[in-house]
């Protein structure tokens, strides 16, 4: 798909296309003004910075607001090399989730609908969106900031083109953001969890932060899926692994621990928590740790057997760390 944005005048004509030909329900929008939990409060954001739109540049433009909001100076001009794609006159989603985890932050796509962006501008949370602002078969697309919903004055209001408040109807604006999918993203510091966070995709999002080697932010951000997640085994594993990939051995047998105490079933916890005992040069507990993972097996089982045998071919020098009681 093509996401192109056309100057205002034209962004303008087509909004007015949309509103003559608005044949269209609202489902969303009917259900949150007949919701009491919706409906008698406004949501608004504070703190977003603006950057008026270059032609066709509003990929850079939102994406610069979200990040600059989350803590990231940067400027639409800076994002345009990464965002930007000349021959396609606009920004990919999958280019805008990139960039934002190479600043260093959290890119979360919400759950599609009306109910998530309402729970996400009521927690503080801004929501980078994408809308077609013409028709089926004249697409404008164009990404904007929403940081402004008041459902009692049928009223959206977004970081949009050269508008700092943009103000649209909710019915239309259901309509054009429905065009894409209701397709939202959040741009959240690494202490920040979305409001509407889910366990699994929460982390997989960490995890790619993790795998661009930012491991400060990653660390952090999985002490906070802890927080609401303190049982998860993939949170508790992708803490470990960030902690022994910045050397911290203490915070990643801590983390291995945990996740083998609370999921004694899990071959990775006890494979992961050997080769860091090993490390630090308790032989006889990183061989125990080892056994136990070789023996719950699984897909990964060589990989386990591989751990236990390079401990294994130290274990007649035990050192004096496993000589000592272990009083922990």
Not at 55 to 74: H, M, R, T
Not at 83 to 97: D, I
Not at 116 to 134: D, F, K, R, W
Not at 223 to 235: E, F, N, Q, V
């Amino acid at each position: 798909m093509v996401f192109r944005m056309h100057r205002v005048a034209a962004a303008i004509f087509a909004v007015t296309a949309a509103v003559l030909s608005g044949c269209a329900t609202t489902p969303q929008t009917d259900r949150a003004r007949a919701s009491t939990r919706f409906g008698s409060e406004t949501s608004r954001v504070s703190g977003v910075p603006f950057f008026p739109q270059k032609a066709f540049q509003c990929g850079p433009a939102s994406l610069a607001e979200a990040l600059s909001w989350s803590g990231v100076q940067v400027t639409p001009d800076q994002l345009s090399p990464e965002v930007y794609l000349p021959k396609r006159r606009g920004s990919l989603q999958a280019e805008m989730v990139a960039a934002v985890r190479r600043n260093a932050r959290i890119a979360y796509v919400i759950r599609p609908g009306l109910p998530s962006l309402l729970q996400e501008l009521a927690a503080g949370n801004p929501v980078v969106i994408l809308e077609n602002l013409g028709l089926s078969w004249y697409p404008v697309w164009h990404y904007a900031v929403v940081v402004d919903i008041n459902v009692n004055a049928d009223m959206i209001t977004l970081r949009s083109g050269d508008f700092a408040r943009q103000r649209m109807p909710l019915g239309l604006f259901e309509r054009t953001w429905a065009r894409s999918g209701y397709w939202g993203l959040l741009v959240l510091p690494p202490d920040r969890l979305p409001a509407t966070a889910e366990e699994r995709p929460y982390l997989k999002a960490v995890a790619a932060v993790e795998a661009l080697g930012h491991l400060r932010q990653a660390r952090i951000a999985y002490h906070t899926a802890l927080k609401r997640w303190p049982d998860s085994l993939a949170g508790q594993i992708g803490l470990g692994n960030t902690c022994y990939a910045m050397k911290d051995l203490r915070c990643a047998e801590a983390a291995y621990r945990v996740a083998a105490t609370r999921h004694p079933d899990s071959g990775i916890a006890y494979n992961n928590l050997a080769q860091t005992l090993a490390d630090e040069g308790h032989l006889t507990r990183a061989t125990a740790a080892a056994l136990r993972a070789v023996a719950l097996g699984g897909p990964l089982a060589p990989t386990f057997r591989k751990t236990l045998a390079g401990i294994t071919a130290h274990t007649g020098v035990v050192s004096r760390n496993d000589r000592r009681p272990d009083h922990r």
